[in-house]
T-cell receptor, first 113, second 114 residues
Framework: DAGITQSPRHKVTETGTPVTLRCHQTENHRYMYWYRQDPGHGLRLIHYSYGVKDTDKGEVSDGYSVSRSKTEDFLLTLESATSSQTSVYFC????????????FGEGSRLTVL | GQQLNQSPQSMFIQEGEDVSMNCTSSSIFNTWLWYKQDPGEGPVLLIALYKAGELTSNGRLTAQFGITRKDSFLNISASIPSDVGIYFCAGEDLTGGGADGLTFGKGTHLIIQP
């Protein structure tokens, strides 16, 4: 299994509070991604990173920000959580662009009350 | 954005039956992939396809990259209980350089009845 660790695995928070999810990899892969998974929507890309300090928006980036200060860590932040951000969040890594072979973490389940 | 239409949404089958699911798109993809997700876990790559017309097998799984580059199918032969899960197709479009990840279908839930 690819060395990807997500934390926390489960979190319950209240509307309006900030939340940060962490993805840590030990594979030294250049590309990292944050997806959210919701019933009826499959997996949708939030943000991605193609190197340290290099990030870009995905399909559903509103309300989210990311940071990557080290190769191994990719943080996803919800500045002010809303109930619509209740979801399961997956981090994924890839060794190179164009290869398409993403390796996923185990997911972080976030509930916003 | 691009969309993948994956069907069927769910399948209820008997153990030992063959399974077939497919994915179509209005856009051309350069790579097609199939993932499986078990409950409480992240998706795991099953098969990757890189050329139009390519037919690839992985054990009881067979997948094909459509000639038009707009579709792909996955077959599972002689299903067993551990095949239960959600199967996702995914496509990669390299027009943006490929760094922006994959577009995923909404998944096919495979349920095996005893």
């Amino acid at each position: 299994d690819a060395g990807i660790t997500q934390s926390p695995r489960h979190k319950v928070t209240e509307t309006g509070t900030p939340v940060t999810l962490r993805c840590h990899q030990t594979e030294n892969h250049r590309y990292m991604y944050w997806y959210r998974q919701d019933p009826g929507h499959g997996l949708r890309l939030i943000h991605y990173s193609y190197g340290v300090k290099d990030t870009d928006k995905g399909e559903v980036s509103d309300g989210y920000s990311v940071s990557r200060s080290k190769t191994e860590d990719f943080l996803l932040t919800l500045e002010s959580a809303t109930s619509s951000q209740t979801s399961v969040y997956f981090c994924a890594i890839s060794e190179s662009s164009g290869a398409g072979e993403l390796f996923f973490g185990e997911g972080s389940r976030l509930t916003v009350l | 954005g691009q969309q993948l239409n994956q069907s069927p949404q769910s399948m209820f089958i008997q153990e030992g039956e063959d399974v077939s699911m497919n994915c179509t798109s209005s856009s051309i993809f350069n790579t097609w992939l199939w993932y499986k997700q078990d409950p409480g876990e992240g998706p795991v790559l099953l098969i990757a396809l890189y050329k139009a017309g390519e037919l690839t097998s992985n054990g009881r799984l067979t997948a094909q990259f459509g000639i038009t580059r707009k579709d792909s199918f996955l077959n599972i032969s002689a299903s067993i209980p551990s095949d239960v899960g959600i199967y996702f197709c995914a496509g990669e479009d390299l027009t943006g350089g490929g760094a922006d990840g994959l577009t995923f279908g909404k998944g096919t839930h495979l349920i095996i009845q005893p």
